[in-house]
């Protein structure tokens, strides 16, 4: 009964705009089924191909082949060019926020191996808000299929009515490699790459190109 009241009040306060909700999606939704990456799958409860036996051995109702490889999640419908209901890292909330001021530091990469990014997040709304600011790599030169971008990583703050924040996350070499499925390693090509920051995956509010 505790928790229930708890959980009542929390929504009372929220629907009340005394608490401002933060929260972000962590996965996509489609604005149909049929853009889904599991269109066309068969429920467990039925055999997933006509060689399946009604009775005994069922195992090969879960040989599901997951046609997306690695195009999982908000990846596939960039991939696709498929524009979702929601992107991954949408959220509500009763504010509003402006990404200004995107610096990018790779004087260091050559010797530790990492770069420096940071930007200016400010609460340009009524309310006081929690933000959770995504930063994303493009590989522009990249020799094998690779995702449109990767999410390398977040922070997330609060930030007050009318107040700006500067945020800044470190990359490190590894977050400009990817796996390579012929050479079984990690692999690092140098080149181009795009540092895009934002609220979500779809909006990238800033972006700079950077060369390493």
């Known amino acids: 009964m505790v928790s229930r009241a708890i959980g009542q009040v929390a929504l009372a306060e929220i629907l009340s705009g005394k608490i401002n909700p933060s929260g972000k999606l962590p996965f996509t939704i489609e604005k149909d089924f049929k853009d889904s990456p599991g269109y066309g799958y068969e429920p467990g409860d039925r ?16 040989d599901v082949k997951y046609n997306e490889g690695i195009f999982v999640g908000y990846r596939w419908y960039e991939k696709k060019k498929i524009e979702p209901l929601f992107p991954f890292g949408f959220g509500i909330s009763y504010t509003q926020f402006s990404y200004t001021n995107l610096q990018v530091n790779t004087t260091n990469f050559n010797k530790s191996k990492s770069v420096t990014v940071s930007f200016d997040v400010k609460n340009t709304g009524t309310v006081d808000g929690t933000e959770v600011a995504q930063l994303y790599v493009e590989d522009q030169h990249s020799t094998i299929e690779r995702p449109v971008k990767e999410l390398k990583g977040f922070k997330k703050e609060f930030i007050k009515q009318g107040e700006t924040k500067r945020i800044t996350l470190q990359l490190s070499k590894h977050d400009f490699e990817y796996w390579h ?25 800033l972006n700079k190109p950077i060369i390493l």
Request: glycine share 12%; proline share 7%.
């Open 47 to 62: 055999p997933m191909n006509k060689n399946a036996p009604k009775d005994g051995d069922r195992s090969k109702i879960y």
């Open 181 to 205: 499925p012929q050479k079984k390693e990690w692999t690092f090509e140098r080149g181009k790459f795009i540092i895009g920051v934002g609220g979500s995956s779809a909006e990238m509010e």
